[in-house]
């Protein structure tokens, strides 16, 4: 099992920037993948980002040429520029194999 925890999350305006780091620990062979996900009220989770251990990594449209991934198997980030309000979500990393932090909240006020 991974343990996963992320930080970095917070209050920004509309136009910040915010970075978020997955901190993994335990049996880190398990991480299969570097991602991040986002979920609001009443609706699904959604992909963010994924990062490969290849170094291949894919992006929601919504955020592409805003957020970067990066990092390695043991930390990984999602740098987050020119947020909008509908950013707002709650941020979860994932490492594959139904592996997931407990979230961090960021919120981008208009």
């Known amino acids: 099992q991974v343990q996963l925890v992320e930080s970095g999350g917070g209050l920004v305006q509309t136009g910040g920037s915010l970075r978020l780091s997955c901190a993994a620990s335990?049996?880190?062979?398990?991480?299969?993948?570097m991602g991040w996900y986002r979920q609001t009220p009443g609706k699904q989770r959604e992909l963010v980002a994924t990062?490969?251990?290849?170094?291949s990594s894919n992006y929601a449209d919504s955020v592409k040429g805003r957020f970067t991934i990066s990092g390695d198997k043991t930390t990984w980030y999602l740098q987050m520029n020119s947020l909008k309000p509908e950013d707002t979500a709650v941020y979860y990393c994932?490492?594959?194999?139904?592996?997931w932090g407990q979230g961090t909240q960021v919120t981008v006020s208009s």
């Open positions: 994932y490492a594959g194999n139904w592996q």
């Open positions: 335990g049996s880190i062979f398990r991480v299969t993948v």
């Open positions: 990062l490969t251990s290849g170094g």
